[in-house]
């Protein structure tokens, strides 16, 4: 299979706007309600699916006006799915043998047809009526038809085919694949770190103050617009960001062959070629060896003037050839969530407490949400 190449990763910046855009939805829904009152900031994965379905599938979705729409239905679907690749996970690592067995049976996958249909429905779409949009499906379309993304954008947007007219480059297979792998990597592992931050700056209200006079200030020097530039200019928020997904790797282990025998230090115990390894990010995270009081929310942690930290501990997105490719895209969306809310509300504590989490959730979600209270604010950054 051919993966997403890495010249295409810039483009980010330009499919930022769709993203605002899905936030203000959120902002618009959530400025409906009264003026006071508890949120379960995990509703946040809600505003994931939008972006996702807007910038990556080109599907204009809004789940908090339509919460019964085709893609959301979908997508819904997977926690149970996510329980059962949790399993088959478990399987491989431990019993590989009968992991493949299950695999060749090649049981029918009705989430992974009705995601090829959707792909297959938007691109016809597209080259039938012309249809050009600054989204990541048409990135895999000039991919498709190309064989490669221009680095130009002004060729980058546009319709192109093969030279007989026939696109041959990347199956819809293929399409398919790359494109639902973004949307794991993306959705509820960014409406969780999103969440996740609102939730420790409320437990933390010096973080929350500094973080919001931050976007305020960044704000107003940028007549309240947020563009991709504008969000890379708050450092605090991303020092946020940085130890949230410090505390709260999105997905907490990394999976990994050992590519020769291996003896662990001290010990005769010899890990042989080809053994699977499981590597707890969330245990390394929150060791005291390489984070000095791991349990503490500290983004000052992650600042140049106080760091304090072993940096090749840190890897919330793994590391490697097989690092997250979606990480980029998955800290902006999580950043834009944050601004959105921090713009026009204040955040109080409901309780001081740890989160607890999800047992049969492979990327960390909190259980039962994690509550805050929401205050509109009645001078909003301009």
Known sequence: MQSWPGECLPKISLVFTIAACMSMKKKTHCRHRSLHYPVRVGVLCDRSIDI?????????????????????????????????MAYMQMLVILIPSVARMIFSLRLPNAIGAAMLA??????????????????????????????????DDSKTWSLETTDDGHLKSMSLEAITAQATV??????????????????????????????????????????????????????????????????????PMLNRE?????????????????????????????????????????????????????????????DGPRICIAQRMGRINSKLAIVKILQHFDIEVMSKRELEYEPSGFPLVPKDGAKVRLSKRTTLAQ
């Open 52 to 84: 996702i379905g807007s910038t990556i599938f080109g599907l204009d979705i809004n789940s908090y006006e339509q919460p019964d729409n085709k893609f959301r239905k979908l997508v819904t679907a997977l926690p149970t799915d996510n329980r059962l």
């Open 118 to 151: 959707i792909v297959k429905d938007t691109m016809e779409q597209r080259e039938k009526q012309g249809i050009v949009r600054k989204d990541m499906m048409q990135l895999f379309m000039q991919l498709r038809n190309k064989g490669s993304v221009d680095e």
């Open 182 to 251: 973004f949307y794991f990597a993306g959705q509820e592992t960014t409406g969780s770190t999103a969440a996740f931050t609102i939730f420790e700056l409320a437990q933390n209200p010096e973080h929350l103050e500094r973080l919001q006079n931050e976007v305020d200030e960044t704000l107003k020097q940028n007549n309240g617009q947020i563009s991709y530039d504008v969000l890379n200019k708050m450092e605090f928020l991303d020092l946020c960001v940085t130890e949230t997904l410090r505390k709260y790797p999105g997905l």
């Open 258 to 318: 050992c590519t020769k025998d291996f003896t662990l230090p001290d010990t005769d115990y010899v890990i042989k070629k080809g053994t699977p390894v499981v590597i707890s990010l969330y245990g390394i995270h929150r060791d005291s060896e390489y984070f000095p009081d791991p349990d503490k929310y500290d983004p000052n942690r992650f600042a140049e003037e106080t760091k304090n930290y072993n940096p090749v501990a840190y890897m919330p997105f793994g």
